[in-house]
Nanobody, 126 residues
């Protein structure tokens, strides 16, 4: 069993930056892709970003537009994945979830992920 815990959310102003972290326990995840999804109030959960097991490949949703960076700390075997978010906008307000995929390749579909965290709230408001 894999347990994922997100942290780093909070209330920020438009234009601010936030770094989310996702720490895994129960299994070493360096062989598996990790992803970030988000769910805004009244909307379905959507893909945000993913990074491959090696950390060498990543993919992002179109709305990210270069503002977010997904990375992982495999070298130190800390089992942690990050989502650095810059130039945040009110429409980025959502609960952000990290997830562990079933393969090492980047994954953008929810059904490619086997384990999910509980989510962390990010609120962007002036």
């Amino acid at each position: 069993q894999v347990h994922l815990v997100e942290s780093g959310g909070g209330v920020v102003e438009p234009g601010d930056s936030v770094r989310l972290s996702c720490t895994a326990s129960g299994r070493t995840l360096s062989s598996f892709a990790m992803g970030w999804f988000r769910q805004a109030p009244g909307k379905e959960r959507e893909f945000v970003a993913t990074v491959s097991g090696s950390g060498l490949s990543s993919s992002y949703a179109a709305f990210v537009k270069g503002r977010f960076t997904c990375s992982r700390d495999n070298a130190m075997n800390t089992n942690t994945v990050y989502l650095q978010m810059r130039d945040l906008k009110p429409e980025d307000t959502a609960v952000y979830y990290c997830a562990a995929a079933t393969s090492p390749n980047v994954a953008i579909e929810e059904d490619e992920y086997a384990y999910w965290g509980q989510g962390t709230q990010v609120t962007v408001s002036a």
